[in-house]
């Protein structure tokens, strides 16, 4: 069976520069996931030429999906490959912290940062901003603690907290980005970004970029006729969750995954693979 065709979606916005950014989200690597479907990603970067390529989190399924060196060295390979074409800029997801061994969840916060570090051109961002001439990129590294509220052991994901996010968000010391500059604040999870606290926060970004939500499960087809920000289940099992999806003029932009976590093929028909094209212009 050949790999599902890759979605594009274009946004389109005015800003203080004119530049052309890639964005996806919730890749999942796993064994599981074809050389091919990768290269396919890599073929689309390629073709668009973009500036910069940003990543909102859910690199990995689990992080024994990287316990192997084969399998550690497949993904690195291929965020080498991506990085080529353009910076590569990602934040952590909720999947990116987990081990699953015995049923519970534990967690391996720095995992993913020491598989990443030494290559120059890909830049995940744990609480810290990358900056140049053109843009201003800051990673929000959301803690297990908002994911699971609680004490362990973790045997699912619990309801996500807000007061974990504001606290973390309080702990920053500067989140006024440079006027003259593109500025995104890369978080995994949209939940509470239309939250009032968290907007105040957060005004002064161009853009929020995430994932997470993998639209609510709502097939591309019904998208188009019902626009709205809401979606069919929520990854803690919510039903028709609000920050699902975003529409096109909206600056809290949150992405469809790049592959959704069901390993069947047959199950993600409906939902092909998505990635987004973002122009600015003056």
């Known amino acids: 069976m050949k790999n599902p065709k890759i979605a594009l979606r274009h946004l389109n916005f005015s800003a203080s520069k ?40 859910d690199l990995v399924d689990t992080l024994d999906d990287i ?59 744990v609480n810290e901003a990358f900056e140049d001439e053109n843009v201003y990129i800051f990673g929000c590294a959301l803690p297990p603690e908002y994911y699971h509220p609680g004490n362990p052991p973790y045997r699912h994901f619990a309801k996500e907290d807000k007061a974990a996010l504001v606290s973390l968000l309080d702990s920053y010391k500067n989140l006024t980005p440079p006027e003259d500059k593109i500025s995104f604040f890369l978080i995994h999870s949209p939940v509470f970004l239309k939250d009032a606290d968290v907007k105040e926060k957060l005004k002064d970004f161009n853009f929020t970029v995430s994932g997470h939500m993998h639209t609510g499960c709502v097939p591309p087809f019904l998208e188009k006729i019902w626009p709205s920000d809401r979606g ?32 069947s093929r047959l199950l993600n028909l409906p939902f092909p693979p998505a990635l987004t094209i973002l122009n600015t212009k003056k």
């Open 67 to 125: 316990a192997e060196e084969p399998d550690e060295s497949r993904l690195v390979s291929f965020l080498v490959r991506l990085s080529l074409v353009a910076p590569v800029f990602l934040c952590l997801g909720n999947h990116d912290y987990y081990r699953t061994a015995k049923k519970e969840i534990t967690f391996k916060k720095n995992r993913l940062k020491n598989v990443l570090k030494g290559h120059e051109n890909i830049h995940l961002l």
């Open 18 to 57: 004119s530049l052309k950014f890639l964005l996806f989200s919730d890749l999942h690597f796993s064994s599981s996931l074809k050389d091919a479907f990768l290269d396919d990603i890599l073929k689309v970067a390629k073709k668009a030429k973009p500036s910069y390529i940003l990543f909102g989190g």
């Open 232 to 263: 069919f289940i929520s990854p803690e099992k919510r039903l028709f969750p609000h920050q699902a999806r975003s529409l096109k003029s909206d600056h809290n932009i949150i992405l469809p995954a790049v592959r959704t976590v069901a390993r």
